[in-house]
């Protein structure tokens, strides 16, 4: 038990689905928690238009207007939230404290939520059309071009992995990759080779994704990176697969990461090997990184967490 009194029984780092469901559960069992919005409120969903697999949306949803109802229902159970980033904390004791720019908590334990970013190929038009024709994750947005034809950027198993899976809605997947050779393992490579939709547009670089907000993507500007020769390339889309980095810079040296940089977490649980600290979400999920997961994560973070501070006398 602390020998002093926390400010927070528990801190939520991070405001997409897994944070805001483990505020939900946390609120509910009256844990009255604290959640730092950090710098994406709402995580990747606010840049997700139509989302049609999280469960209760008979029609579909947009995704920020996901993340509003989810961020509704926190705050009616009493989650309290501030629009901060946290910028440092210090694990070394408990209460551990919890510091912003511009202020500072204790809190008994800490539910990290902060999510996973997809890497970009850092065009204007790409960022400007995602969620627009641009998408970075596959079986999200993959049943919205039936019948069309996409092209998949990267040349690793996150790129492989796109285009095959994409196969199943698009006529036609272009593969376009800088170099002739690929980083993925040969047992991707092969199952991709191997698909009859699937097509290569290798040696080439995009420089610009043409399209607009209100009609999508229509074509893709290449540049061929041997003779520096530009083209125009039709496509009904574009998929980003050059990989996703968790937001885990903040850990570093402190939580037990893989060697990518995703909080490992004690198997069949949300905890960390640290006492009091749990994780969720696609910050510890290299392998599905969606809602449903991350929101089922934050159940789980929020049900351990009860559970260990009832344990530790901290909670009725």
Not at 50 to 68: Q, S, Y
Request: with cysteine; glycine share 12%.
């Amino acid at each position: 038990m602390s020998s002093t009194k926390a400010d927070r029984l528990v801190t939520i780092l991070g405001s997409g689905p897994a944070g805001l469901t483990a505020a939900i559960y946390a609120a509910r069992a009256n844990l009255n928690p604290l959640v730092f919005e950090g710098g994406q409120p709402g995580g990747q969903l606010t840049i997700t238009t139509d989302v049609e697999n999280f469960p209760g949306f008979e029609k579909g949803i947009m995704g920020p207007d996901l993340m509003d109802t989810m961020h509704a229902q926190a705050e009616r159970f009493g989650t309290e939230f501030i629009m901060d980033e946290v910028v440092e904390i210090d694990f070394s004791s408990t209460p551990f404290t919890v510091k912003t720019r511009d202020m500072s908590i204790t809190t008994e334990a800490l539910i990290i939520s902060t999510g996973a970013s997809a890497k970009m190929l850092g065009l204007p038009s790409e960022k400007e059309l995602m969620g627009y024709g641009v998408s970075a994750c596959a079986t999200c947005d993959g049943f919205f071009y039936r019948g069309k034809e996409v092209a998949v950027v990267g040349g690793g198993d996150t790129a492989m992995e796109e285009a095959t899976y994409l196969t199943n809605h698009a006529t036609k997947v272009t593969m376009i990759h800088r170099r002739q050779e690929f980083r993925a393992s040969k047992t991707m490579i092969e199952r991709a080779k191997a698909n009859p939709k699937i097509a290569w547009k290798l040696g080439y670089v995009i420089e610009e994704v043409l399209g607009a907000r209100d009609k999508g993507v229509h074509a893709l500007k290449l540049k061929n990176v041997a003779t520096g020769k530009i083209e125009e390339f039709n496509v009904d889309g574009l998929f980003i697969g050059i990989g996703h980095h968790p937001n885990t810079s903040l850990f570093e040296g402190k939580l037990p990461m893989d060697e990518t940089g995703y909080l490992k977490v004690i198997p069949g649980s949300s905890r960390t090997t640290v006492p009091g600290v749990y994780a969720a979400g696609d910050v510890c999920d290299p392998v599905y990184r969606q809602a449903t997961t991350a929101a089922g994560m934050g159940c789980m973070a929020a049900i351990d967490c009860e559970r260990d501070l009832a344990n530790r006398g901290l909670h009725v």
